[in-house]
Structure formats: structure tokens, C-alpha cells
């Protein structure tokens, strides 16, 4: 079909969200994904503890990863929310079904970051088949992911720590990328000065267990979404549904 101005299109169907979540351990992430819209977990690690939520056997490779979600695509269904647990207990899976692509010894032999870019190639299959998931299934996608602190070169301030996606750094860029909302789950705590004598302070972070997540980039971690949502939400997927748009 010729491309012309009378397909441009103004309006289109609000879509399932792609999610992305990071966070700190233990702040209750999978819980949050077993309250999702119907999900089913594909499993990468054995993190569910005493949630009982439908899920596949524990992957062992990346090719069980891939016939989990394959079979999500093309057999009938009534789950609405795939949710992958976690993609950082992925990556290994991907690099070994890398390497035995390619006859290597380990994601580093061919050198000089040569293994990573091609794993990139896979973690692009693997987008792809999420992607057809939301696309012809309906399905909303949310995939959980650990938190490491790094430090941040920048270009404009002295280098500072944040929290980010514990991936190699393309392969979280191009889960970022692919993802509408990428949220950082946290507690919330506050700080508190006091004198301790001889003109000094001492600081204190105080905590009650209140569990939050991030929408919004900061300095101190990432975060994203475009549905202009909160800054910060509870960590609750109740109240999560509550500040996304609804369709019209």
C-alpha cells in the first residue's frame, strides 16, 4: 500500500502497557505482579515463596523462555498479564544460548564486547515475541527486574550514585527503550538532623515499612512512563491501575 497523508491517523486505541520494574530486595515486587490483571509468570527464577499465582516451570534456558511465551501466543488463553520474573536471572540464559549459537566458550570469547552485541540479538527476539503478546493477545506486559547502585559520570555535575537495572548496560538501554513505563519500587524513608553536642549533627534515615514506587526520572534512580502518571505511587497494583488512563 502507497504511503500518502490520507493514512496519517490522529487518534489511536490505548494499548496494554509494557512495564518494566526495578527495585531494592524484598520490597515486594512479585507480590505486586500477582495482583496484576490475570498474569501468568514466566519463571527465570525461583522467587515466588508462598505466592500462588499461575505460573510455568523454572527456565533453565533461554529456549524454555522462548516455548513459554510462544505458547502464550499461539494456544487459547485467559491470562492478561505476562509477567517475567526476573530479566536479570535472564541474561545469563541469553548469553549461554549466545554462545552456543556461535560455538563459543563464554560470552566473552569473541572479545572487545563482541559477545554482548550479538546477545543483543537475542534479547531483541525476545522483545519481539512480548511485543506480539501485547500486540495480537492483548496481553500487558511486566517484567521484573533486581536494582544495583552505580555510579553516573555526568557531563554536567561532579559523578554521583543512583539506582539502576541490574542488566549490562546495553541490554538495559534497550529494555528501557522498549518498555512505556519503567517504575522503581523503594521504601520510603525520611531524614532526620539532630545535635549530638560540640556542634554536631548527626543524621538518621527514618523508615515505617511504607513501600512506594517511582515513576519519574531522578538523580538518584531511573524511572519513566508515558502517561504522565504520579511522581510516586504506592506500591500497590490497585492504585497502579487507578492512575493509568482509561480507554475512552
Given at each position: 500500500m502507497a504511503i500518502s497523508l490520507a493514512s496519517l491517523r490522529r487518534?489511536?486505541?490505548l494499548q496494554p502497557p509494557r512495564i518494566l520494574m526495578h527495585g531494592v530486595a524484598g520490597v515486594g515486587k512479585s507480590t505486586f505482579a500477582a495482583k496484576a490483571d490475570s498474569p501468568v509468570f514466566v519463571m527465570t527464577e525461583d522467587g515466588l515463596g508462598k505466592l500462588q499465582v499461575p505460573h510455568f516451570p523454572l527456565a533453565t534456558s533461554y529456549v524454555d523462555?522462548?516455548?513459554?511465551?510462544?505458547?502464550?501466543?499461539?494456544?487459547?488463553?485467559?491470562f492478561r498479564t505476562v509477567v517475567i520474573d526476573s530479566v536479570d536471572w535472564l541474561e545469563p540464559l541469553i548469553w549461554a544460548e549466545a554462545c552456543k549459537r556461535n560455538n563459543w566458550s563464554s560470552i566473552e570469547y569473541p572479545g572487545f564486547g563482541k559477545g554482548y552485541a550479538e546477545a543483543l540479538n537475542i534479547w531483541r527476539e525476545y522483545l519481539d515475541k512480548l511485543n506480539a503478546l501485547r500486540d495480537e493477545k492483548g496481553m500487558a506486559v511486566l517484567q521484573i527486574a533486581h536494582t544495583d547502585i552505580k555510579r553516573f559520570d555526568s557531563?554536567?555535575?561532579e559523578p554521583y550514585d543512583r539506582y539502576v537495572i541490574k542488566l549490562q548496560a546495553r541490554a538495559a538501554a534497550l529494555l528501557q527503550e522498549h518498555s512505556d513505563i519503567v517504575l522503581f519500587a523503594n521504601y520510603q524513608i525520611s531524614i532526620a538532623k539532630s545535635e549530638v553536642g560540640f556542634n554536631k549533627k548527626v543524621t538518621r534515615a527514618l523508615g515505617s515499612g511504607k513501600r512506594?514506587?517511582?515513576?519519574?526520572?531522578?538523580p538518584a534512580y531511573l524511572a519513566k512512563n508515558r502517561y504522565e502518571l504520579p511522581e510516586t505511587l504506592p506500591l500497590d497494583w490497585a492504585k497502579f491501575v487507578e492512575a493509568m488512563p482509561q480507554p475512552k
Amino acid at each position: 500500500m502507497a504511503i500518502s497523508l490520507a493514512s496519517l491517523r490522529r487518534s489511536s486505541a490505548l494499548q496494554p502497557p509494557r512495564i518494566l520494574m526495578h527495585g531494592v530486595a524484598g520490597v515486594g515486587k512479585s507480590t505486586f505482579a500477582a495482583k496484576a490483571d490475570s498474569p501468568v509468570f514466566v519463571m527465570t527464577e525461583d522467587g515466588l515463596g508462598k505466592l500462588q499465582v499461575p505460573h510455568f516451570p523454572l527456565a533453565t534456558s533461554y529456549v524454555d523462555v522462548s516455548e513459554a511465551l510462544d505458547s502464550l501466543l499461539t494456544e487459547q488463553h485467559e491470562f492478561r498479564t505476562v509477567v517475567i520474573d526476573s530479566v536479570d536471572w535472564l541474561e545469563p540464559l541469553i548469553w549461554a544460548e549466545a554462545c552456543k549459537r556461535n560455538n563459543w566458550s563464554s560470552i566473552e570469547y569473541p572479545g572487545f564486547g563482541k559477545g554482548y552485541a550479538e546477545a543483543l540479538n537475542i534479547w531483541r527476539e525476545y522483545l519481539d515475541k512480548l511485543n506480539a503478546l501485547r500486540d495480537e493477545k492483548g496481553m500487558a506486559v511486566l517484567q521484573i527486574a533486581h536494582t544495583d547502585i552505580k555510579r553516573f559520570d555526568s557531563p554536567e555535575h561532579e559523578p554521583y550514585d543512583r539506582y539502576v537495572i541490574k542488566l549490562q548496560a546495553r541490554a538495559a538501554a534497550l529494555l528501557q527503550e522498549h518498555s512505556d513505563i519503567v517504575l522503581f519500587a523503594n521504601y520510603q524513608i525520611s531524614i532526620a538532623k539532630s545535635e549530638v553536642g560540640f556542634n554536631k549533627k548527626v543524621t538518621r534515615a527514618l523508615g515505617s515499612g511504607k513501600r512506594v514506587m517511582h515513576t519519574e526520572e531522578r538523580p538518584a534512580y531511573l524511572a519513566k512512563n508515558r502517561y504522565e502518571l504520579p511522581e510516586t505511587l504506592p506500591l500497590d497494583w490497585a492504585k497502579f491501575v487507578e492512575a493509568m488512563p482509561q480507554p475512552k
